[in-house]
């Protein structure tokens, strides 16, 4: 009998170890942030697209809760992402680096802020590519874009977009 009541314990030892265990799991992936409601589709998405990322973070941070503003923000947002995809030097860029300009390989147009993450990506763009040129073209289409960003919205978006691309690793060719 005294066999059978020691077996006992144990199971409920390891019953309240494996409950600890899972609570430090559960507790782990909440500080995390990493619940279960986060959709893994959404992080994968914005983690091969840090500058819809960039959207994302300074949209909850920094834009008001008022209607007015998050329309603002929308429009403004949607404007900028339309003069960056048709953005002359940028355009240029995807079809003289990324592409070689041959019938074999066409560029294909850039009409979303993946395809500039893409263009961003190939193994052609050089050091100046990415933070000369494209980097320019961001500041000046953040400043463009109407009704506009505020001045703090603009600077945080240009430094989290600059840091995004600073992640990029050295391409293959350059």
């Known amino acids: 009998m005294g066999e059978i009541g020691e077996i006992g314990m144990l199971?409920?030892?390891?019953?309240q170890i494996v409950a600890v265990v899972a609570l430090l799991i559960v507790s782990t992936f909440a500080v995390a942030g990493l619940t279960a409601v986060t959709v893994p589709s959404e992080s994968f998405a914005v983690a091969q697209n840090p500058i819809s990322g960039?959207?994302?973070t300074i949209g909850e941070g920094y834009v008001g809760k008022t209607?007015?503003?998050?329309?603002?923000?929308?429009?403004?947002?949607?404007?900028?992402?339309?003069?960056l995809t048709t953005d002359s030097t940028i355009k240029l860029m995807n079809e003289n680096i990324a592409h070689n300009?041959?019938?074999?390989?066409?560029?294909k147009p850039i009409t979303d802020t993946l395809g500039i993450w893409n263009l961003l990506n190939n193994?052609?763009?050089?050091?100046?590519?990415r933070f000369h040129l494209f980097f320019n073209e961001v500041n000046h289409n953040l400043a463009?874009?109407?009704?506009?960003?505020?001045?703090?919205?603009?600077?945080?978006?240009?430094?989290?977009?600059?840091?995004?691309?600073?992640?990029?690793?050295?391409?293959?060719?350059?």
Do not use: H
Request: contains cysteine; hydrophobic residues 35%; glycine residues 8%.
């Open 11 to 15: 199971k409920t030892n390891i019953s």
């Open 54 to 56: 960039c959207f994302n």
């Open 67 to 83: 209607i007015g503003d998050i329309q603002n923000w929308n429009k403004s947002r949607q404007n900028f992402v339309s003069l």
């Open 101 to 107: 300009g041959f019938p074999e390989d066409p560029a």
């Open 123 to 129: 193994g052609n763009m050089t050091q100046y590519d």
């Open 144 to 174: 463009a874009a109407r009704p506009g960003f505020t001045p703090v919205q603009q600077i945080v978006l240009s430094r989290c977009i600059n840091d995004a691309v600073s992640t990029l690793g050295p391409t293959p060719v350059y």
